[in-house]
């Protein structure tokens, strides 16, 4: 189950709750994916340089919400006001490797980066997906400049040996602040539209159905029914239509779209691919707006999503336990093992994380699985923590393996817990009980009482 977020957010601080756009509240399973994709994030050169060092705000706080719900962030990229972000529930971690993002400026003829794409790709259970989060040119007459930005960012190719080009991925799902338009209506008949709910009267004229009816390249990109209100352009906290002067059309700015490829290969053949034979498939379940968000201009717009694979992918590359009982009252050891094949570097390292840790930086501890080796036969090795590092006041935390070649995490422990270190809780209670017996001089006047 993937949800899928695009919202250009205006340059605006994030919300106090994003609840309902991350379905947080919805009684069906939960989800094992999030994306989300903002666009125009405050990007002022002070703003982007300290972002640039530290995760930026709207990163920190969906990291901030989804991390104690078991998600991690899997990868994040930025240029200028775009943002990308990936979370993923930890039990998937082993099966998603192959990460790589990309950015691609095409404002001011490429030199620019406040309109584009970023883009992340990944393969998951051995299938290749890529998320590509693209804010392109404004206003009416600039059709054809979005399908051309639009076309060059998909001729982007990935750093690295063996990557599929854009369009080669298993699936590929499009989406951000498009900025296409409703052509040639005026703006009453627009409104009257939107107010009677009657949006099939407009959807012809939307600038991006009339493309994929002529432009090959769209014609393989599917998109859900446009049953919700345009989310663009309204006055900020409201949910009324732009009221200033420029008085703009309401339009579709804020779209999600996606290919499979199978789909588009066979689609000519037909007859001769079954159902059986498609090793991934794509349900959208729900494609809506959320109008109660006012801190933009724009309404957010989500897909939630169904992916049916068949895993190509089914056991992970190491299996990796804590042994014996954990405390920092002695040093720990950790058995790990690896499947044949595993491409290990010098440079992996197992983490120690609190279950509701945010990102692969986010341990408390590590060791080198070279350096810190105490053990090794044929089916297993060990390795060990030293006590110093173990957290004294213990809790539920989880092993993680990362590969350096990999550039992923690609083994997880269940969650198991660390005990309290005894001799520093009872060192506590004796200097507690010292403080109580030592009475304070001030004290001495409440005997009257």
């Not at 993937?2 to 250009?8: I, R, Y």
């Amino acid at each position: 189950r993937l949800h899928l977020v695009t919202w250009n957010v205006g340059t605006a601080s994030p919300p106090p709750d994003v609840t309902s756009l991350l379905q947080l509240n919805s009684l069906g399973p939960t989800m094992d994916m999030y994306v989300i994709g903002l666009q125009e994030v405050n990007s002022r050169i002070t703003n982007f340089l300290s972002d640039l060092a530290f995760d930026d705000p709207w990163s920190i706080f969906f990291m901030t919400v989804l991390s104690p719900l078991g998600y991690i962030k899997l990868s994040s990229v930025r240029m200028q006001g775009l943002l990308l972000l990936v979370f993923v529930k930890h039990v998937h971690l082993p099966f998603i490797r192959d990460i790589h993002t990309h950015y691609t400026r095409t404002g001011l003829y490429g030199y620019w980066g406040n309109k584009g794409g970023v883009t992340v790709r990944m393969s998951l259970y051995g299938h290749t997906i890529c998320f590509m989060n693209c804010h392109l040119p404004a206003h009416m007459e600039n059709t054809e400049q979005r399908l051309d930005d639009f076309e060059k960012i998909l001729e982007m190719q990935f750093e690295g040996e063996n990557i599929p080009s854009t369009l080669d991925h298993d699936v590929l799902f499009w989406f951000g602040d498009l900025n296409f338009r409703i052509a040639d209506y005026g703006i009453h008949f627009v409104r009257e539209s939107i107010n009677n709910k009657r949006y099939n009267l407009l959807w012809e004229k939307d600038q991006l159905n009339m493309a994929k009816k002529k432009e090959a390249f769209l014609q393989e990109f599917i998109e859900g029914p446009l049953q919700f209100k345009p989310t663009y352009k309204f006055d900020l906290y409201s949910d009324v239509y732009d009221t200033s002067e420029k008085k703009r059309k309401p339009a579709w700015t804020d779209r999600i779209l996606w290919r499979v490829k199978n789909l588009c290969q066979h689609a000519s053949k037909e007859g001769e691919f079954s159902e059986e034979e498609q090793t991934i498939s794509v349900t959208l379940n729900n494609y809506i707006s959320h109008m109660s968000y006012g801190i933009s201009d724009h309404k957010p717009v989500t897909g939630t999503f169904g992916l049916e694979l068949k895993p190509l992918l089914s056991d992970p590359l190491i299996i990796l336990n804590p042994e014996g009982e954990w405390s920092a009252e002695h040093d720990v050891l950790i058995s790990y093992s690896a499947v044949p094949e595993f491409p290990s570097s010098a440079w992996d390292w197992i983490g120690l994380f609190k279950v509701a840790f945010r990102h692969v930086n986010d341990y408390v501890t590590y060791a080198w699985v070279e350096d810190d080796e105490i053990s090794s036969n044929k089916d297993s090795k060990q390795v060990y923590m030293s006590a110093a590092e173990i957290p004294d006041m213990g809790g539920e935390f989880l092993l993680c393996y990362y590969s350096n070649n990999l550039q992923s995490i690609v083994g997880i422990s269940q969650p198991f817990q660390i005990q309290p270190n005894r001799t520093l809780i009872e060192k506590d209670l004796t200097q507690e009980e010292n403080s109580w017996m030592q009475k304070p001089d001030n004290l001495e006047s409440l005997d009257e009482f």
